[in-house]
């Protein structure tokens, strides 16, 4: 069974997926997501990397959490900075050097950094030990990176070990 779905969650969420797309549960729909659910893991499994073990429940929900507050605080402060004297704002790149090790917790820290409002991940290093971040208004380098690893490495470090 495990050679058939090697990664049952993701075939669950192909099927579903493909199922709402189409809207429909009609017979061959229901053979269709069947079989890309089937198909599409098996396809793609060289391509996974390591394989991803989640640990620590609750640093998942401590860091959707800080994510969801940082992205409404964020949209709050460029909102701000866009209305308000743009002379303020003071655009930057900082290198962050990374803790995590992790293909799966490096992307998602990238992804963080990205989905917050204010910063952008724009490079990672060829040995992926280095971010490299753009901060719409960068304040101070260092403190830039001391809260990203402090509120999003740190957790990704407990999730990923």
């Known amino acids: 069974m495990k050679r058939l779905l090697p990664t049952p969650f993701i075939s669950i969420a192909i099927a579903v997926t493909w199922l709402l797309l189409w809207d429909s549960l009609a017979p061959g729909q229901l053979i269709l997501a069947a079989v890309l659910a089937v198909a599409i893991p098996l396809v793609i499994g060289g391509m996974r990397g390591k ?49 995590v090790t992790h293909d799966h917790a490096i992307a998602a820290l990238a992804g963080i950094i990205t989905l917050t409002p204010g910063t952008l991940s724009a490079e990672l290093t060829e040995d992926r030990g280095h971010l490299l971040v753009h901060a719409l208004d960068m304040g101070e380098a260092e403190a830039l990176a001391h809260t990203i690893k402090a509120r999003y490495e740190s957790l990704l470090l407990e999730i990923f070990r």
Not at 64 to 93: M, N
Request: aromatic content about 6%; hydrophobic content about 50%.
């Open 51 to 99: 394989p991803m073990r989640l640990r620590a429940p609750g640093a998942v929900l401590r860091l959707l959490w800080r994510v969801g507050v940082d992205i409404l605080r964020g949209s709050i402060d460029v909102s701000q900075a866009i209305l308000g004297r743009t002379s303020k704002v003071k655009p930057g790149f900082v290198w962050i050097r990374l803790d």
